[in-house]
């Protein structure tokens, strides 16, 4: 009954933006966080960032902080990762996620994300 739909992801050289946007449903969206995360090659899924309801505070990773900036739009259940001042680590496919709605943590399918000259 969750669904995460994550789009956005592509090409993109080394100092360049993209802007990643995941469509909710199944689910009351502006009652959960939701959270953006990787798994780039070789390496295990990580969080990136996480919003909150209520105050919509934000988290992010050390190696994002800075560059990334997660938000979300309850009107449209829809929450955005934009990214900027992509470096070639970053490259990963990215996903949507909810942490913790009835004790389950869901993903998307994931997009995927290539920082490369």
């Known amino acids: 009954q969750v669904q995460l739909v994550e789009s956005g992801g592509g090409l993109v050289q080394p100092g360049g933006s993209l802007r990643l946007s995941c469509a909710a449903s199944?689910?009351?969206?502006?009652?959960?966080?939701m959270a953006w995360y990787r798994r780039a090659p070789g390496k295990e899924r990580e969080l990136v960032a996480q919003?909150?309801?209520?105050?919509?505070?934000?988290t992010y990773a050390d190696s994002v902080k800075g560059r990334f900036t997660i938000s979300r739009d309850d009107a449209k259940n829809t929450v955005y990762l934009q990214m900027n001042g992509l470096k070639p680590e970053d490259t990963a496919v990215y996903y949507c996620?909810?942490?913790?709605?009835?004790?389950?943590?869901?993903w998307g399918q994931g997009t995927q994300v290539t920082v490369s000259s």
């Open positions: 919003i909150n309801t209520g105050d919509g505070s934000r």
């Open positions: 996620g909810a942490p913790n709605i009835g004790f389950r943590r869901y």
């Open positions: 199944g689910f009351t969206f502006s009652r959960y966080a």
